[in-house]
């Protein structure tokens, strides 16, 4: 029975990895989609997201395997309690990524991504989600809570795109409509790092059966 439950607790951990990578996998071609017009990476971001709820789905069975026949004890029960509250982010940042490919089709070879930071936005969240899968799987809890701090970084980055935009406004009436998209844009990114947070924070927890919500 403890062989299962090992191989049970080994199969989580991979699900995991792989939902981490689909999550990864989304938000690049949701990227892509923004800034090179790509509608081949903005269908595959869509198809990207259904993946990423079946995923979620799948590790959902197997955590209430666990729970319900293996009776995990402490150390086993915290992994499996924070991979149950991480998919729930990872099932966020899917949709989220989707939203953003979504609002690319307003977008189509617009300028706009040319005069705001979302570029530079997109890819520091895309790096505080690769680091918090590296956490997970390295249990490294530096990490995490390098990646909970970096989150300040996208939230500077929303407030300058937000004042970027009011200045192209100004400059540009006529460009109201693209400039309320790419604040959309922006405000699902600044989500998506409000995600990784948490996924650190689980992460954290895993480590060291401590919860705690940081600013």
Known sequence: MRDKFQQQLQQLNEDLIEM??????AVADAMTALLHSDKQARQKAFL????????????????????????????????ISAALKMISDMERIGDQASDIADITKFLENSELTQHVHI?????????????????????????????????NTVDDLFNQIKTEVIQEIAQNPNEGELCVDMMMVAKYFERIADHVVNIAEWVEYSVTGEHKEHD
């Open 20 to 25: 981490g990578a689909l999550c990864k996998e």
């Open 48 to 79: 990207t997201e259904y993946e990423i709820d079946n995923k979620e789905r799948e590790i959902e069975n197997l955590c209430m395997k666990l729970l319900l026949q293996q009776q995990p004890v402490a150390r086993d029960l915290r992994n």
């Open 119 to 151: 570029q530079q936005m997109a890819e520091s969240a895309m790096s505080m989600l690769t680091e918090s899968i590296d956490a997970f799987v390295r249990k490294d809890l530096l990490l995490a809570r390098k990646v909970m701090k970096e989150d």
